[in-house]
């Protein structure tokens, strides 16, 4: 099983084992930003049905951005960081990122 973007810290080091097979050496920490981001981003997608709104990282906060390049939110980590957020209960987290992702939409 190839993980894409994971969903808890058993599938972070198994992403982390498949990029080490393949050569690359990445910390628990990249891959938990880019998961974090990953899920945001797909759920800002689907509430959109489609990719109008583009998340990206700012130091430790979640910017959005729409289509004009305006930006429209910021969602803030429930702790100190998206990352401890994560490690400490990621269906939490990931529950979070929804909700925040609606809210960013505008449920539109």
Do not use: C
Not at 38 to 56: K, M, P, R, S
Not at 77 to 102: C, G, H, K, M, V
């Amino acid at each position: 099983m190839f993980i894409q973007v994971p969903t808890d810290m058993d599938e972070v080091q198994l992403r982390q084992l498949q990029l080490k097979q393949q050569g690359e050496t990445v910390t628990e920490e990249v891959i938990i930003r880019q998961a974090v981001l990953d899920i945001f981003q797909n759920v800002l997608d689907q509430i959109e049905d489609g990719h109008y709104d583009t998340a990206d990282w700012a130091a430790e906060t979640l910017t959005v951005t729409d289509i004009d390049g305006v930006q429209t939110a910021v969602i803030q980590p429930q702790s100190d960081s998206f990352i401890t957020d994560f490690r400490q209960n990621a269906d939490a987290t990931e529950d979070y990122l929804e909700q925040q992702a609606i809210k960013a939409s505008g449920a539109r």
